[in-house]
């Protein structure tokens, strides 16, 4: 890695990635961001400085002078990540993170006033597991806290980092253990979700995810090609994937992300939310690559003037079996007319897309989306 570094491919192969990936998403999409971490002030830095600021998205160091002073050189270096793609287009990720114990910049003590100005006045502070090979649990957890008595919302995705810090340090655990007590909204995959709770079922999962939370008001679970699901404590709300052409499934789940961001901060309703991060998903995926490569607004508007869903009745039928007695159960249609069967409310793609589509369309002309 130190030759890659030293002798850098051309720059048509370097992009954003990690939590960019969510934050150019959502900036595409009208919400204004700010990107908190670290970037050095080398070569890969200026790059990462350059492609935000590009895409209208803000910056906010976690760093003050004194951790700086005290940091060795080379760990004060921007944090790179080389994405390995062999002739099958399968991706290995390989950073200098996997080869220490330590975070990548453990040397960090306290948040910087200028993060804790950017979290005060943020609607939302997202958080996946990664951040764990950046940050040490001690500095994560004063985000989160210092987050929560701000009142500003803590979306957290675990990603697969989660099950190993299941069975991480100490303190690891209890930096997971905080961010499940304290999000407000927890994303997670299927499997993601069964590891943190040991139970099959995502929806019974979900459901003790919520017990569990302090704070949680939603918990949402990605799918993949079947689509996703979303549990409050009063409900359960499924949704179809959108049917595209995949081309590839890196920064996927960051731009779904971005759209139920995006959906919980404008009260849009739980279907529509779950749709419209479904559509988000599904045109990062039609492209190639995460970074500037992720959905674009005309993209994602261009997908739901023609929708298409990937409809799988044994599928959901398998899955909503049991809950249909206990819990009120929206599903978002493709033919179905609008209305409720018992306890299960059918809402047809159709009426999601006229209530949402003038609102998009109206974005793209004015540039950005109206609170």
């Not at 459901?207 to 008001?217: D, F, V, Y």
């Not at 995006?262 to 995460?290: E, R, W």
């Amino acid at each position: 890695m130190e030759q890659l570094s030293s002798s850098p491919p051309d720059k048509q192969y370097w992009e954003a990635g990690g939590n960019c990936n969510m934050a150019i998403a959502a900036a595409r999409l009208g919400l204004k961001c700010v990107a908190i971490g670290h970037v050095g002030n080398e070569i890969y830095g200026k790059f990462l400085e350059d492609v935000l600021q590009a895409e209208g998205i803000g910056m906010a160091g976690m760093s003050e002078e004194t951790d700086v002073l005290n940091a060795p050189s080379s760990s004060y270096e921007t944090l790179l990540c080389w994405v390995l793609v062999d002739p099958l287009q399968k991706h290995g990720f390989c950073s200098r993170a996997d080869f220490s114990k330590e975070p990548a910049f453990s040397w960090m003590n306290t948040l910087s006033e200028e993060v804790k100005r950017a979290i005060k006045r943020s609607r939302i502070l997202f958080c996946n597991g990664y951040d764990f090979d950046e940050l040490s649990p001690h500095m994560i957890i004063s985000a989160v806290e210092y987050t929560v008595e701000v009142g500003t919302s803590v979306f957290f995705d675990p990603g697969p980092r989660g099950k190993s810090l299941l069975s991480g340090t100490v303190e690891e655990q209890k930096a997971l253990e905080h961010f499940l007590r304290m999000s407000d909204v927890l994303l997670l995959t299927s499997d993601e979700a069964e590891s943190l709770t040991g139970l099959v079922d995502p929806i019974l999962a979900a459901q003790e995810l919520l017990r569990k939370g302090n704070r949680t008001k939603w918990v949402v679970v990605k799918m993949g090609p079947k689509g996703s699901i979303l549990i409050t404590k009063s409900g359960i709300t499924c949704a179809s994937a959108f049917k595209v052409k995949i081309m590839d499934t890196v920064g996927c789940g960051d731009s779904f992300v971005a759209a139920i961001a995006y959906g919980f901060i404008h009260n849009i309703p739980l279907v529509t939310t779950l749709a419209f991060a479904n559509a988000v998903g599904a045109a990062t995926a039609m492209g190639c690559g995460a970074g500037r490569n992720v959905a674009t607004l005309k993209q994602v508007v261009e997908l739901m003037e023609t929708p298409d869903l990937n409809e799988d009745d044994k599928f959901w039928n398998e899955l909503l079996r049991e809950h249909l007695d206990s819990q009120e159960v929206t599903f978002l249609s493709k033919m179905v007319l609008n209305g409720s069967n018992g306890r299960m409310k059918h809402v047809t793609l159709q009426k999601v897309v006229s209530e949402l589509l003038p609102k998009l369309k109206s974005s793209q002309l004015e540039g950005t989306l109206s609170s």
